[in-house]
Nanobody, 113 residues
Framework: VQLQASGGGLVQAGGSLTLSCKTT????????LNWYRQVPGLQRDLVAS???????NYVDSVKGRFTISRDYARNTMYLQMNNLKPEDTAVYYC????????WGQGTLVTVSS
């Protein structure tokens, strides 16, 4: 059972990145999935979530800029991030609950001003 996040990097303010979370060993079709982010020294905060049926929700600070999606054929979740701001800089983690809470390893997003 594994969540593998990727796609982070360094981008200028206003730029875009797409994060991916490849899942293995879970029943992807019934899993609700989440993206969290964490700035060092601060708590890990929920950014976006998507239900098994594809209903998405976002924290207010990313609404209109981020899009969460899922590919049932690839067992993969995505986070398309547009118009990035320096305050989006954080380590981004994918998350789900399957028998127990599962976390990906995190991928660093750095947005320069």
């Amino acid at each position: 059972v594994q969540l593998q996040a990727s796609g982070g990097g360094l981008v200028q303010a206003g730029g875009s990145l797409t994060l991916s979370c490849k899942t293995t060993g879970i029943n992807f079709r019934i899993a609700d999935l989440n993206w969290y982010r964490q700035v060092p020294g601060l708590q890990r905060d929920l950014v976006a979530s998507i239900t098994a049926g594809g209903v998405a929700n976002y924290v207010d600070s990313v609404k209109g800029r981020f899009t969460i999606s899922r590919d049932y054929a690839r067992n993969t979740m995505y986070l398309q991030m547009n118009n990035l701001k320096p305050e989006d800089t954080a380590v981004y983690y994918c998350n789900t609950f399957y028998r127990t809470e599962l976390w990906g390893q995190g991928t660093l997003v750095t947005v320069s001003s």
